[in-house]
């Protein structure tokens, strides 16, 4: 079982920044993919950003050049960084993992998301 630890959400003004973090338990887990997805009052759920576990990133083209997106596989931590905030940015982000428990893919797990409000 993977277990995912998010962290950093808040509220900022538009054009400040915040850094979410997100860790996966399990020692025998091997990571695939993580990244974040977010959803909006009334909006489904979208991608914001991944990374493969050979550093391959995807971003949302709403976030791209705005977001970096990094990850520490001696820590299983991915870490969003989010600089000049917009308004539109607000929503429930959740952390998502797929990967490897003892060779045997496991498919998703979700964090149980963190909120991030831009005020304007």
């Known amino acids: 079982q993977v277990q995912l630890v998010e962290s950093g959400g808040g509220l900022v003004q538009a054009g400040g920044s915040l850094r979410l973090s997100c860790a996966a338990s399990?020692?025998?887990?091997?990571?695939?993919?993580m990244g974040w997805y977010r959803q909006a009052p009334g909006k489904q759920r979208e991608l914001v950003a991944v990374?493969?576990?050979?550093?391959?990133?995807n971003y949302g083209d709403s976030v791209k050049g705005r977001f970096t997106i990094s990850l520490d596989n001696t820590k299983s931590t991915v870490y969003l960084q989010m600089n000049s905030l917009k308004p539109e940015d607000t929503a429930v982000y959740y952390c998502?993992?797929?990967?490897?428990?003892?060779?045997?893919?496991?498919?998703?797990?979700w964090g149980q998301g963190t909120q991030v409000t831009v005020s304007s």
């Open positions: 399990g020692s025998t887990f091997s990571i695939n993919v």
């Open positions: 990374i493969s576990s050979e550093g391959i990133t």
């Open positions: 998502n993992v797929d990967g490897y428990y003892r060779g045997t893919y496991t498919g998703d797990y």
